[in-house]
């Protein structure tokens, strides 16, 4: 596959740059990329002969887990917490790459109905004739969702149905696949999940997009081979990957 070869290639290039031997990568991710990062990690430590070990928490907590003293390698989360993380000198400010960007969307369960969310009148609908919603317990997606229910002005009938799921590892979709919910509102490329079918995004008025950036710890014993990390998710031959999984490249 084009993609692939040219993604290979670039990773060896940035190696023989950078990393001489074969390292342990300790990423922290905010939630909505760990679609990409996982669907990427395996060719990257098949050429790079390193090994990624992730933690997936929702991109606020990337912050907190860095400043409580959560050793890293590279840290994957919004723009501004990269930025923030920059300031206090935890992550080099050199190192810092856009990687890509999501919008909200809505998914239900593989098979079941898929309910209107074709205008806002229509979204406003669904959401208050639903009987459980899942969203992010801590991510940008589930703030952004918690403020867009006031603007609509149904918070108070809907948020009782509502349900906080955890990020990563498919913890946004779990209360939809055990029918605990009807439908999951996150990142899209947080909601695209086996068992799970994205209905698609929200209506233009009212989408939010959220960015990913990446950058390496300050203190990093391997910073060569996390920057060869960081590279690869960022080169031409990351693009197939990024947008199978709901979302728009940044870095190329």
Same mark, same amino acid.
Request: proline share 6%.
């Given at each position: ?85 920059? !300031?206090?000198? !935890? ?14 969307? +809505? ?29 992010? !317990?801590?991510?940008?997606?589930? +703030? ?55 209905? =698609? ?41 990024? !947008?199978?999984? =709901? ?6």
């Amino acid at each position: 596959m084009p993609s692939r070869t040219f993604a290979a290639a670039t990773l060896a290039l940035s190696l023989i740059n950078g990393a001489a031997s074969a390292a342990d990568i300790r990423v922290i991710c905010a939630g909505g990329i760990t679609p990409v990062v996982t669907a990427l990690t395996g060719e990257f430590e098949r050429v790079s002969g390193h090994k990624l070990v992730f933690t997936f928490v929702s991109g606020p907590v990337v912050r907190r887990e860095i400043e409580k003293g959560t050793s890293f390698d590279v840290a994957i989360s919004q723009p501004e917490v990269i930025e923030a993380l920059i !300031k206090s000198g !935890k992550i080099a400010a050199g190192s810092r790459a856009d990687i890509a960007r999501t919008g909200v969307g +809505v998914s239900v369960r593989a098979g079941a109905p898929r309910p209107d969310i074709s205008t806002v009148d229509a979204f406003r609908r669904t959401l208050l004739d639903a009987k459980a919603i899942a969203h992010s !317990k801590e991510g940008a997606s589930g +703030v952004y969702f918690m403020g867009l229910l006031d603007r609509l002005g149904i918070a108070a009938q809907v948020t009782p149905k509502l349900i906080a799921a955890p990020a990563g590892a498919g913890g946004l979709v779990s209360p939809v696949l055990k029918g605990e919910a009807e439908m999951v509102v996150g990142t899209m490329s947080a909601i695209m999940e086996p068992g799970i079918a994205l209905v =698609g995004p929200i209506p233009n008025e009212l989408q939010n997009w959220t960015a990913f950036t990446a950058g390496v710890a300050t203190a990093s014993k391997d910073a060569a081979a996390a920057q060869a990390l960081i590279r690869f998710l960022t080169a031409p031959g990351a693009v197939a990957a990024i !947008k199978a999984k =709901g979302m728009e490249p940044l870095g190329q």
